[in-house]
């Protein structure tokens, strides 16, 4: 039997909102959700596009008829075939309220320029690495520690990341776990990452913000490392405000000098995307 004709009515009201000019319109191909707050996905990436890792690009869906963007740190590493992303569910954030609902085959949008501080560009050589994150802040780290420059460039690298409970560090794990199982990466990391988990609002090994385990000595001793010095350490650093402004003193404290794209130096900055 024939399906019943569409009515032009219901055509118009299925019919996908024009995608705007200039902007990458990529599939959806995989989505976990670890808690109510916090979920990743991987969508295609655009054969032109290119990024360092660190970088973030602006990322967006059609909301109605006008597309609404937010900027998203990629995850992934620059030599990924794919993209992938971190984010925070905000029940009524104007990006991800959408974006959580997201499945495979689904349209996501791509301005075309990607860009950021948090890469090795910005940093003059040294020796160890921090990489100090909150949150969904871990994703540029995400995509820096599966980069091999991160391991040509430093001899050590460690990488905090606190978070208000335990179910929030998954992702995390999760990728130490794919580097150490990875087929090339495995090898060429060794031992020289380190993963420093912290949670602050439930009981774990690792326990408080990672400003009091620096300002207190906890998070050096543990590590076996010597306290912050500028001849040597570097540092990335991305979270809320309130944590990269309370980071920052620290490491201003032990010296480093802050830097940038245009002229490198001992740390950088960038707040995690929220909304
Ligand atoms: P706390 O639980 O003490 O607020 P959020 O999920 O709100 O973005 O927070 C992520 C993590 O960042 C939480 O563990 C939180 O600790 C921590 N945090 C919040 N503010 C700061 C800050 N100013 N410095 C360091 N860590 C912070």
Not at 24 to 38: I, K, M, P
Not at 132 to 149: K, M, Q, V, Y
Request: proline letters at 6%; aromatic letters at 10%; hydrophobic letters at 40%.
């Amino acid at each position: 039997m024939n399906a019943p004709a569409k009515t032009d009515d219901f055509v118009a009201a299925q019919a996908p909102a024009k995608i705007p000019d200039g902007v990458y319109a990529e599939t959806v191909l995989a989505v976990e959700h670890y808690t109510d707050r916090l979920f990743r996905f991987r969508m295609t990436r655009p054969a032109g596009f290119r990024f360092r890792s660190g970088e973030f690009a602006m990322i967006g869906l059609m909301v109605g008829d006008k597309p609404v963007y937010r900027a998203y740190s990629i995850a992934s590493p620059a030599w990924d075939e794919e993209l992938e992303f971190f984010s925070i569910k905000v029940p009524d954030g104007p990006l991800t309220s959408h974006l959580q609902a997201i499945k495979p085959g689904d349209t996501v949008l791509m301005r075309k320029k990607p860009t950021g501080t948090l890469v090795l560009d910005a940093l003059t050589p040294g020796k160890r690495l921090y990489m100090f994150s909150t949150g969904t802040g871990i994703a540029p780290f995400a995509s820096l520690i599966r980069d091999p420059e991160t391991y040509e460039k430093f001899d050590e690298v460690i990488l905090t990341h606190t978070c208000r409970d335990v179910a929030e560090l998954k992702y995390g794990f999760d990728l130490i776990e794919e580097i150490r199982n990875h087929e090339f990466l495995a090898e060429l990391v060794g031992d020289k990452l380190k993963h420093y988990p912290t949670v602050t609002r439930e009981e774990f090994s690792h326990k408080g913000r990672i400003t009091d385990l620096m300002a207190n000595g906890k998070l050096f001793a543990d590590l076996g490392v010597p306290a912050l010095d500028p001849a040597v350490d570097r540092g990335m650093i991305c979270g809320s405000t309130a944590m990269l402004k309370d980071t920052k003193d620290l490491l201003e404290k032990a010296g480093l000098v802050e830097g940038s794209n245009n002229k490198p130096g001992e740390f950088v900055i960038e707040r995690a995307f929220v909304g």
